[in-house]
């Protein structure tokens, strides 16, 4: 007599399902505490602080502007910028677009086509 055996389903397969979401880590140190509160105040944002970094993600898309970041650090505009983002976030995940004033962040691929030149249009 063969036993028969069922493997229980992993919680951690393959799942290709669009989350709709997108986001980054902070460092937690003074500039991200600061960047994380500017973001908490904008729709569809959540922010969790951790011991040692901060996640900031949200529905869609988000905005980081650079000169409200700079308003919220007591700094004239123009003091936070893309280098700055970029040297207190750690990771993100998601379509990421810099611009000149701000850093937009894109749950699927697709909306950021416009921005980064991709024609969704079938070819011929």
């Known amino acids: 007599m063969t036993q028969q055996f069922k ?6 397969k393959s799942d290709n399902t669009p989350s709709n979401m997108c986001g980054f880590t902070l460092m937690n140190n003074q500039i991200g505490v600061v960047v994380a509160e500017v973001m908490k105040s904008k729709p569809g944002v959540r922010v969790t602080p951790l011991p040692s970094m901060i996640r900031v993600d949200a529905t869609n898309r988000m905005d980081v502007v ?19 983002f970029e040297e207190s976030m750690s ?9 000149d004033d701000r850093t937009i962040m894109f749950a699927n691929p697709e909306d950021a086509a416009e921005y980064i030149g991709f024609d969704l249009k079938p070819g011929r």
């Open 91 to 99: 990771t993100h995940y998601g379509r990421m677009i810099h611009e």
């Open 66 to 84: 650079y000169d409200e970041v700079s308003e919220a650090l007591g700094e004239e505009p123009g003091f936070f910028d893309m280098a700055q």
């Open 7 to 12: 493997v229980a389903e992993s919680p951690f």
